[in-house]
């Protein structure tokens, strides 16, 4: 029912390992009877600790199945927008870390070594293997380095060699000849009876009669009110948004590799049901095996038919040939997992190319996987998550806002700070906000755009020679604002704000900008907007400008500047806007048209209309300030320019001139 081709389900050490807490804690303890504890209960293949670690297990994959069931059909799938290349590198690495660490036991054959759960897992056991590493048994280890070493010619040599391959056409099996191998001569060497090294042992024979899960051990016996424990739902969310993580994290990544694509909530229900059907034959939760799959990769497995032999051969082996299988060493097990995860371990040298690239991803790839590794895997995956999602909020918080400028000769306009043969339009001001307006951002933009606009000034010189009455709701409407619009934003080092920019309306520079605009307007074409003419734009090529000034296109020797008259948002980037911005549209409006800029919005798609509309900014902002394109606000702009009074009655806002 999955769609992931390589990804390989079953057992999981990550995933065995957040059961074995929940077996542990609800599970019946041994008594210390050596006779009790080995007896098998009647008609079961089991002793009665084992039945009950079976009980508390099916219980729990009933539950994780639910749960991951419930994820597809509420289609939760589409979360995993949030997983990004560096979060799964990050948290797959993270993950392969625990599963070398859990096979450090069976590799070394240590005494005394724990099993550790919960925060700091990885690093407590760490500490005790070394604790304990001079109890390393040496005929375990030898196996163990033998395989391993083995298994890294076949793997990273000779399969990676494209002679080799030419000569024998399809990868080496070495995990099968390991297995195959280790058994063979650890049954006829005596590996365990004579150098003490441990073996499988005991492997049931055939499949387990169906029966109903039961959460009778869940319940707390010695306090029959407590009830069902709440904790249980908990722990078994935890499980299932860890396996599934897990799962799409995987098969993302070999999807990459091998170039299709996944449905992720169509993998969320097949686990689901996976699980549900599993807990009626004694099977505790599974999940996609991070070193299983990574060896059903490298075998050369490209179809989910590779998934069907593989239970066509477990199949067998449960039927038929468990008991054949018993001598085979831990040892070789634990270096088939080790070495099946080198490849995802070795996804940490990404970082040194993240560094060079990019911080932001660099920093994703290292909280992930620092988080899966100190914290645990379903805490250090909510860790990478909420830093992902928090990279992404932080730099919509600050976006680029920036003034722009008309290249010469075209009717193409670009920032002024990066284009340097941008020329800025007299009298007008024209600044593109590259993202979303919103609640979290408005104050900033607000900030950046005034500053830029200089209308902070402008504002301050009209509040001078106009008393405003505080309880005058015709001065400037503060109620119909959004709070944020209100913040006080510090100054963004990271562009220089533009010094200069007020000029005086002093007759003689109102003269000069007349001249000068009649000058560019010479040559009038095709009405464009509200009977406005088009202009020639070919002349403003040939005008120096003052970088980053009004005076633009102002001779070089002319000290004044032109007052702004016109102020024009590019909303080319603007995806869509809350509430909260267009409530900072409005109070831009209200407040250029008391200090009479015309506000002017370029380029705005239809959700940003929509929503303006649905606010009520009709009422503030006009028909006859949208603009199709930018070029031709910029000549509404200067026809208006060239008739000084056209600021009348018709553009009044809210009672605003």
């Not at 599974?286 to 490298?298: C, F, H, I, P």
């Not at 075998?299 to 069907?308: A, E, H, L, N, P």
């Not at 000029?503 to 307007?521: G, H």
């Amino acid at each position: 029912m999955a769609t992931s081709r390589q990804c390989s389900l079953g057992t999981d050490s990550i995933t065995s390992m957040m059961t074995s807490k929940i077996v542990h804690q609800f599970a019946l303890k041994p008594t210390g009877n050596s006779a009790n504890d080995s007896a098998l209960l009647p008609g079961l293949p089991y002793t009665a600790v084992e039945w009950s670690q079976v009980q508390v297990g099916t219980a729990v994959a009933l539950m994780v199945g639910l749960w991951q069931l419930a994820f597809g059909l509420l289609g939760a799938g589409g979360l995993v927008v949030y997983f990004s290349d560096q979060l799964v590198q990050g948290f797959t690495c993270g993950a392969a870390v625990h599963v070398f660490s859990s096979q450090l036991k069976s590799v070394f054959g240590v005494k005394g070594m724990l099993d550790h759960f919960g925060v700091l897992k990885v690093i407590r056991t760490w500490i005790n293997f070394f604790q304990v590493i001079k109890t390393t048994h040496i005929p375990t280890m030898i196996t163990a380095f033998i395989a391993i070493i083995f298994l890294v010619v076949v793997k990273f040599g000779l399969n990676t060699s494209r002679r080799v391959i030419r000569v024998i056409r399809v990868p080496l099996p070495a995990e099968l000849f390991v297995v195959i191998f280790g058994t063979l001569i650890s049954a006829q060497v005596g590996l365990e009876a004579n150098y003490g090294v441990s073996i499988i042992k005991r492997i049931p024979n055939g499949f387990p009669t169906p029966s109903t899960p039961t959460f009778a051990h869940m319940y707390n016996t010695t306090n029959p009110e407590d009830g069902f424990p709440t904790s249980l739902l908990s722990d078994t969310f935890a499980i299932a948004v860890v396996s599934l993580c897990l799962s799409i994290t995987l098969a993302l990544l070999f999807a990459n590799q091998h170039g299709y694509a996944i449905d992720p909530n169509q993998e969320f229900k097949a686990q689901g049901l996976s699980k549900i059907f599993g807990s009626f034959f004694h099977c505790f939760p599974s999940s996609v095996s991070v070193a299983r799959t990574a060896v059903q990769n490298d075998v050369g497995g490209r179809t989910q038919m590779v998934s069907v032999v593989q239970c066509a051969i477990v199949a067998v082996v449960i039927g038929a040939l468990g008991q054949y299988m018993e001598p085979l060493p831990r040892a070789c097990l634990g270096a088939i997992v080790m070495v099946s995860v080198l490849k995802l371990l070795f996804q940490i040298v990404q970082l040194v190319r993240l560094w060079h690239l990019s911080l932001v991803d660099w920093s994703i790839f290292v909280a992930v996987f620092l988080g899966v590794v100190i914290l645990d895997v379903d805490i250090g995956l909510a860790v990478g998550v909420g830093w992902a999602i928090a990279t992404v909020m932080l730099r919509l918080q600050k976006p680029k806002v920036g003034p722009l400028g008309r290249l010469p000769g075209t009717d193409i306009y670009r920032r002024t700070d990066v284009y340097l043969t941008a020329g800025e339009i007299p009298g007008v001001k024209i600044v593109r906000v590259d993202s979303p307006i919103y609640f979290a951002n408005a104050s900033y933009v607000k900030s950046r755009l005034y500053a830029w606009a200089d209308l902070n000034n402008l504002i301050t010189r009209w509040k001078e020679t106009h008393k405003v009455d505080p309880t005058d709701n015709d001065s400037l409407k503060k109620e119909d604002f959004a709070y944020a619009n209100n913040i006080a934003m510090d100054d963004d080092d990271e562009d220089e704000y533009p010094e200069g920019i007020v000029a005086s309306l002093e007759p003689s520079v109102a003269q000069r900008r007349q001249s000068l605009l009649s000058s560019l307007s010479a040559s009038l074409g095709t009405t464009r907007r509200n009977s406005v003419q088009a202009i020639n734009m070919e002349d403003l090529s040939s005008q120096p400008r003052s970088y980053m000034s009004q005076g633009g296109l102002l001779k070089a020797e002319e000290e004044e500047e032109i007052p702004i008259k016109h102020l024009i948002i590019d909303c080319s980037e603007i995806c869509f806007v809350d509430v909260t911005g267009v409530g900072f549209l409005k109070k831009t409006q209200s407040e250029c048209a008391a200090i009479e800029v015309e506000l002017l919005l370029a380029c705005t798609n239809k959700p940003v209309r929509d929503m303006l509309a649905l606010c009520g900014a009709v009422d503030y902002i006009q028909p006859h300030q949208y603009f199709v394109t930018l070029h031709d606000a910029v000549l509404y702009a200067l026809k208006v320019q060239k008739q000084p009074n056209r600021y009348t009655a018709s553009h009044k806002v809210n009672g605003l001139e």
